[in-house]
């Protein structure tokens, strides 16, 4: 019979050890990754288009897996890579496919009922009405002063496709705090 020496006995024990906690390490690194690109996502605010709602340089806690089982509705705040753009956008969702817009002395009204807003900040222009066409839908940032928000009162980008929404803004993390909702009526 042979006989170990304790030594090397336990020198093999903690390479196992160590092996599979590399293992375990690694599965874990890929199982955080795996969430943080399909399920959930960090995202940084760039520019003052949300204002107050958001300020520059705010980290985003994105949900993704939502849209799997919902569309945007109303009040909504989306990520949206639209591929006429260049970067993400960051916009709340004002108007869903069939709804009227039509923006008048600086109040928004869909379907001819007016928002009522208490996150935005400036005054939008007066535009058309527009109906929101199928699959799409209009969105705005809250920071309504003329030249701070790209968005679908820009005739270079309109209505944006549900398919181009990347996920739901949850909550900021830096600074922390939740996201202003509209009223419900």
Known sequence: MIELNP????????????FWGWVKFILLLTLAFILINNVI??????????YPSLQNGNVLLMNKLSLFFTTPKYGDVVVIKDERLEFS??????AVQGDRILIRDGVIYVNETPLPELYT??????MAVQTVPAGSLF???????????????????????????????????????RIPEPLDL
């Open 139 to 177: 969105v705005i940032g809250d920071n309504r002063t003329l030249g701070e928000s790209k968005d679908s009162r820009d005739p270079s980008l309109g209505p944006v496709h549900i398919k181009d929404v990347k996920g739901y803004a949850e909550f900021s993390l830096l600074p922390m705090h």
């Open 7 to 18: 030594e090397v006995s336990r020198s093999v024990v903690k390479n196992k050890n160590g």
């Open 89 to 94: 956008i960051i916009k709340r969702v004002i």
């Open 121 to 126: 900040a400036g005054k939008s222009e007066d």
């Open 41 to 50: 996502g960090l995202t940084r605010v760039s520019g003052n288009s949300m």
